[in-house]
């Protein structure tokens, strides 16, 4: 059940890391059309400066906008075992069926339902716009489950093989018409229990705002805390991209009303207490750079120059981009109580900034958020707020370093460097002179040759059930853990770690992972019809086509 939860939770990366560089776009923009910035003179309405940022910063909306649509469209790329091409297909077919079913049946039933169909969406009226049909006001939640349950009706029945006279309906056809079925029931169901859901995404959103701090502190814990699990994407996932904190999430109501937030003199906590809620960034700009310092200090001094080639990166990919699992990984599983301590300092520094006046949208890195969408847009009015932010965080720096170099000391813990713990990064030709003592061909220094490694060391496209990925991570299902090579094979073929639990095996890669993928993928299938060929053999059901047509 986990290895699925973590599946799911890895699939969202997809349509997720979209959204960096439309946040830039948006950001940017935003900041040319700010006449504090630019002057009065190139922000008039007839000024075709305004005129051609106003055309970008429209064209940057467009992720935004359409979430459930993406996320729909999105979600088979990591969930679908084969064919995603396909299955993306199929889930927005179904999703988009979905939803003009709601309109119907609101249209039809709304007052069984105790929905107001006639209402103009948004605000509370609990409807929205999506893809031309008004419906109920899903948002990325009802995208995500309906694309969830197309892609489990894909991986069962893409290549069920039908009746030769119904050979057309086989395949994508045959999963849509499934799908069409079972969103009528679905439909149903959503709109009877979707309004209570609303009512109590309210209640929640009034929790967390009359508990400020705390909400704030607890919203962060469980953000880092829950990572291993792949949990982590639906704690922040209806916050920041969902209506639980502010009508379209935190993301885009930050980029609509960036320019009005930069022009205002009042307190950005006043103008947007919601902020506090976006802050989880700040562990990953600060906190990095600490850990990353207190490991290396604590390595052997023999390794350290082996240890910061693995850091540096790691911190910087933190930094930068907000990508933590590098870095993160590089710990947790040595010492998961290192990771607990991280989570508690994350959600502290979040809860102490946001207590001295703190809040935007910060939940990634530097170049992606902090800059382009906080920083410098905010700058002129809002700079003390700035400084406190990085004096607390600069603090705070220090605070991680002295904690995990005190928790290594102390405990002897074995992370990477520590003197009976080296860490060997071995080089290509050192593995290929072990897995080819016979003077074989070494796999090309390249993303394939890589794949190719991986894939033996795996033991083989028949060890491997299932393959996914996140953000940094291969996650795959094995047949049998014990055909699988040791953990320094996989480092040495360039994977920053290796995680095993039961049948699973998650090797973290770095953000080049779905090219990985995709190579893997590339040569299973290459592998699996090369088998196919040299059997000669065709399926009766692939007969009977032949000799019918």
């Given at each position: ?111 069984y339902f105790g929905v107001n169909f006639n209402l103009e969406p948004g605000g509370q ?417 692939e007969t009977s086509i032949t000799e019918a047509v």
């Amino acid at each position: 059940m986990l290895s699925q939860i973590q599946r799911f939770g890895g699939a969202m990366f997809t349509p997720v890391l979209l959204f960096p560089f439309a946040g830039m776009v948006v950001g940017i923009a935003i900041m040319l059309q700010n006449p504090m910035f630019v002057g009065e003179k190139l922000t008039a309405p007839d000024n075709l400066f305004a005129q051609i940022i106003h055309i970008i910063e429209e064209g940057g909306w467009t992720v935004f906008r359409n979430m459930p649509l993406i996320f729909a469209a999105g979600l088979p790329i990591g969930l679908a075992k084969h064919a995603q091409g396909r299955a993306c297909l199929a889930a927005l077919v179904s999703f988009m069926t979905w939803n003009y079913l709601i309109n119907a049946m609101g249209l039809t039933w709304g007052n069984y339902f105790g929905v107001n169909f006639n209402l103009e969406p948004g605000g509370q009226s609990g409807l929205a716009m999506i893809a031309g049909i008004k419906t109920l006001d899903t948002s990325i939640i009802g995208a995500i489950v309906i694309s969830g349950i197309v892609t489990s009706l894909h991986n069962h029945f893409f290549d069920k093989q039908l009746p030769v006279f119904l050979g057309i309906f086989q395949g994508s056809s045959f999963v849509v018409i499934v799908g069409f079925l079972l969103m009528i029931p679905c439909a149903w169901l959503t709109l009877l229990v979707w309004p209570k859901v609303q009512t109590g995404i309210l209640s929640m959103q009034h929790f967390m705002l009359v508990s400020g701090s705390l909400g704030v502190w607890v919203y962060t814990f469980l953000e880092r805390i829950l990572i291993p699990t792949g949990l982590h994407h639906f704690v922040y996932g209806p916050f920041v991209f969902g209506p639980a904190a502010v009508e379209g999430g935190i993301q885009v109501y930050w980029a609509e009303h960036l320019q009005a937030f930069s022009q205002s003199t009042e307190p950005l906590k006043t103008l947007f207490p919601q902020g506090g809620f976006a802050l989880h960034g700040n562990s990953k700009v600060f906190g990095s750079v600490g850990i990353a310092m207190a490991i290396y200090a604590t390595a052997a001094p023999e390794n350290r120059v082996k240890v910061a080639g693995l850091l540096i990166p790691a911190a910087l990919t933190a930094v930068l981009v907000g990508i933590t699992e590098p870095l993160e990984f590089t710990f947790l599983f040595i010492s998961p109580l290192l990771f607990a301590v991280h989570a508690l300092l994350a959600a502290t520094v979040a809860t102490l900034m946001f207590m001295a006046g703190v809040v935007g949208n910060m939940g990634g890195g530097l170049l992606d958020q902090f800059l382009p969408q906080n920083w410098i847009p905010m700058y002129h009015n809002h700079a003390s707020m700035m400084f406190t932010q990085i004096g607390i965080g600069l603090v705070f720096t220090g605070v991680w370093f002295l904690v995990f170099r005190t928790l290594i000391l102390r405990l002897n813990l074995k992370t990477p460097g520590r003197e009976d713990s080296e860490i060997k990064l071995y080089s290509k030709a050192d593995y290929q002179a072990k897995k080819n003592p016979a003077g074989e061909p070494p796999v090309p220094s390249s993303l394939q040759g890589q794949a190719a490694g991986y894939l033996q060391a795996l033991g083989g496209n028949s060890n491997i059930l299932d393959l996914n990925n996140c953000a940094t991570r291969l996650r795959i299902t094995l047949e049998d853990m014990a055909l699988t090579q040791s953990d320094d094979i996989f480092k040495a073929l360039g994977a920053h770690g290796v995680v095993r639990r039961g049948n699973a095996i998650q090797i973290i890669v770095g953000l080049h992972v779905p090219q990985v993928r995709d190579q893997i993928e590339t040569l299973m299938s290459q592998e699996a019809l090369a088998k196919s060929s040299l059997s000669g053999a065709r399926s009766p059901t692939e007969t009977s086509i032949t000799e019918a047509v």
